[in-house]
């Protein structure tokens, strides 16, 4: 490998996805020339998911109380689980309208839980409700959008393998904290990471993806 360091300390040499030796292990270069982590490297869903969507920012209310709640049901499971049930999870939530939501009732998580096409987890969904209510009574405190971004931190993690991205930070730790203070339920330390990485917060994608930087908020 070329030893020349970019401006952040890195090789140079890494930020070329085209080079397939010089990218890192955690890196697979697809059919397309691109190069991409493994767990997004093989599962068309996952693939696409990674290419379009994962750590693009979200900024809307609705949308990241989808992702809070999708990133709760994922606790313990694999991302793919949700990712494959997200179609039924947005039929059976009612596309994730806190508003809509929020005035479920005893019935529906009954409903819910006779749903085979969700994750079937009372703690979970009557987690999801109760965010629901807490979203909506945040609204008089600047919102969800507002609250979630504020934990943004200085800087963004730089891993170059899949071992040096954490699973959690100071930031997500104040994060939950945070959440637990104003009603939120099933929202962790790791949760609250997955979240942060997922809609933009940070940018933990591997030095040499061709999604890193791809947020427009982190260089």
Do not use: C
């Amino acid at each position: 490998m070329t030893d020349i360091k970019s401006a952040d300390g890195t090789d140079a040499a890494l930020a070329h996805a085209g080079d397939a030796d010089a990218l890192p292990a955690a890196l697979v270069i697809g059919d397309d020339g691109h190069a991409r982590p493994r767990w997004a490297a093989t599962d068309p869903l996952m693939r696409e998911y990674y290419d379009t969507e994962w750590g693009m920012p979200v900024r809307d209310e609705q949308g990241l109380f989808e992702r809070l709640s999708l990133e709760a049901f994922q606790s313990g499971l694999s991302w793919a689980i949700v990712l494959r049930k997200r179609p039924a999870f947005r039929e059976a939530f009612a596309g994730f309208d806190p508003e809509v939501v929020a005035g479920f009732g005893d019935a529906d998580v009954e409903r819910l839980l006779g749903d085979a096409s969700i994750i079937r987890n009372r703690m979970k969904i009557e987690a999801t409700l109760q965010n629901a209510r807490a979203t909506l009574a945040l609204r008089e405190q600047g919102g969800l959008a507002d609250t979630l971004w504020s934990f943004r931190p200085e800087t963004t993690p730089v891993p170059l393998h899949q071992s040096e991205v954490p699973s959690s930070s100071p930031e997500s730790v104040a994060m939950a904290k945070a959440l637990r203070k104003l009603g939120f339920r099933f929202v962790g330390p790791v949760t609250a990471f997955a979240l942060m990485e997922a809609v933009g917060i940070i940018d933990t994608h591997i030095v040499g993806s061709h999604r890193r930087g791809s947020s427009g908020v982190w260089p």
